[in-house]
T-cell receptor
Framework: NAGVTQTPKFRVLKTGQSMTLLCAQDMNHEYMYWYRQDPGMGLRLIHYSVGEGTTAKGEVPDGYNVSRLKKQNFLLGLESAAPSQTSVYFC??????????????FGQGTRLTVV | GNSVTQMEGPVTLSEEAFLTINCTYTATGYPSLFWYVQYPGEGLQLLLKATKADDKGSNKGFEATYRKETTSFHLEKGSVQVSDSAVYFCALITGNQFYFGTGTSLTVIP
């Protein structure tokens, strides 16, 4: 039971470098999310997707881009990394069940440091 | 707007003590409510949930009741263990958007 898998788990970037974080879920969920977690600030939504081929901005989208070309994958890109993007990134997914939104299932997180 | 407010931490308790972590919410519509737990270095795991008013969610000795009249979903456990040390997040979902509290760190000492 893989659930939600994030790769990589750790990464160190230099300022200005780019990278892509991959999220894969095997539960056939329609909805997927990217959050960042910073001390004292809880989880903040970066971008989300309500289905294959769709994306939408969350609370803190600046500096990030996303794509959902396949239903099971949700990619988060940083085009030009900045130290302010040092954080732990979590992917999550959920679905509608009996007309109600289900709980979110989370990946293990990616710890990103930008130096 | 929609929001979740939970008790600030950190909370330190002795083993077998009673735990309460307060959570109140503001939401339009009829949200589902959740408690998640995060152990060090891991992602969030669902602890319990409630989908309508007066529902009680329970798991691993933890309980929370969806109180619409007080817009609350307080987490309780009668006797905590060292293994319960973690960060606890209250959350709601409405309109397929999740709203999380800022988390409450719990440390249980032997």
């Amino acid at each position: 039971n893989a659930g939600v898998t994030q790769t990589p788990k750790f990464r160190v970037l230099k300022t200005g470098q780019s990278m892509t974080l991959l999220c894969a879920q095997d539960m056939n969920h329609e909805y997927m999310y990217w959050y960042r977690q910073d001390p004292g600030m809880g989880l903040r939504l970066i971008h989300y997707s309500v289905g294959e081929g769709t994306t939408a901005k969350g609370e803190v989208p600046d500096g990030y881009n996303v794509s959902r070309l396949k239903k099971q994958n949700f990619l988060l890109g940083l085009e030009s990394a900045a130290p302010s993007q040092t954080s732990v990134y979590f992917c999550a997914s959920n679905q509608l069940w009996q007309g109600r939104e289900s709980e979110a299932f989370f990946g293990q997180g990616t710890r990103l440091t930008v130096v | 707007g929609n929001s979740v407010t939970q008790m600030e931490g950190p909370v330190t308790l002795s083993e077998e003590a009673f735990l309460t972590i307060n959570c109140t919410y503001t939401a339009t519509g009829y949200p589902s409510l959740f408690w998640y737990v995060q152990y060090p270095g891991e992602g969030l795991q669902l602890l319990l949930k409630a989908t309508k008013a007066d529902d009680k969610g329970s798991n691993k000795g933890f309980e929370a009741t969806y109180r619409k009249e007080t817009t609350s979903f307080h987490l309780e456990k009668g006797s905590v263990q060292v293994s319960d040390s973690a960060v606890y997040f209250c959350a709601l979902i409405t309109g397929n958007q999740f709203y999380f509290g800022t988390g409450t760190s719990l440390t249980v000492i032997p």
